[in-house]
């Protein structure tokens, strides 16, 4: 692996550990609708970052990348009100849940997808500092900053984690080898990607930002495949 790979690696990895919360959010679901795949449960929770990208990529949105601009992060999320509107996360979280009920016809599992989405924008607004708007044309912006403090949003996403985690494997259980060893494999991939992000150094361009922020529907396949070596438990 060369030095430009090794780059776009922990890039990918850097990019990642913003989503942990979010991830947590989508494994911890997975009591409230166990007909729901996680791999949907986790698209849904981290779907404004799904669409981001994609934003980025055609120019609707920008970010620059800004060493110091807060303790834990290089981004400076300078405009994204499609994506991470507090009005578009709901819009977006209605299109969703009204989708995925078209497609299944499980309420509750269109509810709980359709409520996640949203709730992207409040685990946001607890980290980020003030950039989130409340709706596309609004000039406020709005964020508590945990970002400011790496021990606190070391704290905070490793708890929210570990909660989604353990509140995920307990309303499941395997039914093959590969439904225990994946929900290992799952948790080494995940945790293994947030530590390689404490030591990666800044992503080297926006476009690069772009395309390693889609690796996300990687890890939404995994959880997919991985939920389908598990039942959710009566």
Do not use: C
Not at 57 to 65: A, R
Not at 140 to 163: C, D, K
């Amino acid at each position: 692996m060369n030095e430009e790979d090794v780059r776009w690696v922990t890039t990918a990895a850097r990019e990642a550990i913003l989503f942990l919360g979010h991830y947590a959010v989508g494994l911890a679901a997975k009591q409230a609708a166990p007909r729901t795949s996680l791999g949907t449960l986790i698209a849904a929770a981290a779907f404004l970052d799904l669409l981001w990208p994609v934003f980025l990529l055609l120019g609707l949105e920008e970010v620059s990348i800004a060493p110091g601009t807060t303790q834990f992060t290089p981004l400076d999320f300078t405009r994204y009100p499609y994506s991470h509107s507090l009005l578009m996360s709901l819009v977006w979280g209605l299109l969703f849940g009204g989708s995925y009920l078209a497609l299944t016809r499980y309420r509750a599992g269109a509810i709980v997808v359709g409520g996640l989405v949203p709730s992207h924008w409040v685990l946001d607004f607890v980290v980020h500092q003030p950039d989130l708007p409340l709706t596309p044309w609004g000039t406020e912006r709005y964020g508590l900053g945990l970002w400011n403090s790496v021990p606190g949003t070391f704290a905070v996403e490793l708890s929210l984690f570990a909660a989604g985690f353990w509140l995920y494997a307990a309303a499941t259980s395997a039914h093959d080898r590969i439904g225990s060893l994946g929900l290992a494999g799952f948790l080494i991939f995940i945790l293994a990607m947030y530590a390689g992000a404490a030591f990666g150094p800044p992503p080297p361009s926006v476009a690069a930002i772009a395309w390693t922020d889609m690796g996300q529907w990687i890890v939404v396949l995994l959880a997919a495949l991985l939920d389908r070596h598990r039942m959710a438990r009566q």
